[in-house]
């Protein structure tokens, strides 16, 4: 007999028919009794092939159940080593910048404003830098802002070398002090950073 919808389409009463095949058939599954309402081994099945059937396949159930408990433990593994890597790693990183924030010279004075098209701002000197060394002046011989005020006096149209911390990094900015259509040689203001 061909089956249904073979080079056809399929319709009620090829359902229909296979519905009745289906009850036709009086198999046995994983769970209904081997055994008739009067207690007696059913006649209509082989019970030796039935029982072990049954056996092999609760045996396949178990040995699945076992292999997928290993993959979730070899899961877990695999993802708790990852998150100790990546704790390893943030930790390492963190000890890294702490050690390069210990490593940095210490500031004596801030810039705390820029003035556009200035001297300062032409030299790349921005807002909140933290100035280590302006020329000759740094955080050993800094007494005032006049130290700055000479070495700035001193160097007009020379270049002055400028190191500050700009974000945790040590950034050397060239600084050329000289007169230009604002107020002062620089463009800026620098006021001492109290310790």
């Not at 009086?26 to 019970?47: Q, T």
């Not at 159930?61 to 979730?72: F, I, R, S, T």
């Not at 700055?148 to 040590?170: D, K, M, N």
Request: proline share 5%.
């Amino acid at each position: 007999m061909a089956e249904p919808g073979e080079g056809r389409p399929v319709t009620v009463s090829d359902v229909q028919q296979l519905v009745r095949r289906k009850d036709e058939q009086k198999g046995v599954g994983m769970h209904e009794p081997l055994v008739d309402a009067e207690g007696f081994p059913r006649s209509d099945i082989d019970l030796y092939q039935v029982r072990t059937a049954r056996h092999n396949i609760i045996c396949l159930q178990n040995d699945h159940k076992a292999l997928m408990k290993q993959v979730e433990e070899a899961l877990h593994k695999l993802h708790a080593r990852e998150k100790e890597k990546h704790a390893k790693d943030e930790a390492e990183a963190l000890a890294e910048a702490m050690s390069q924030k210990q490593s940095l010279p210490q500031a004596f004075a801030k810039v705390n404003t820029v003035t556009p098209g200035s001297p300062a701002s032409v030299s790349g000197l921005q807002v909140d830098d933290e100035i280590v060394e302006f020329g000759s002046v740094n955080a050993n011989n800094f007494q005032n802002l006049q130290n700055i005020a000479t070495v700035v006096q001193h160097s007009e149209g020379r270049p002055l070398s400028v190191t500050v911390i700009r974000g945790g990094r040590r950034v050397h900015v060239g600084l050329t002090p000289k007169r230009w259509s604002g107020k002062g040689l620089l463009g800026c203001n620098i006021v001492p950073l109290q310790r």
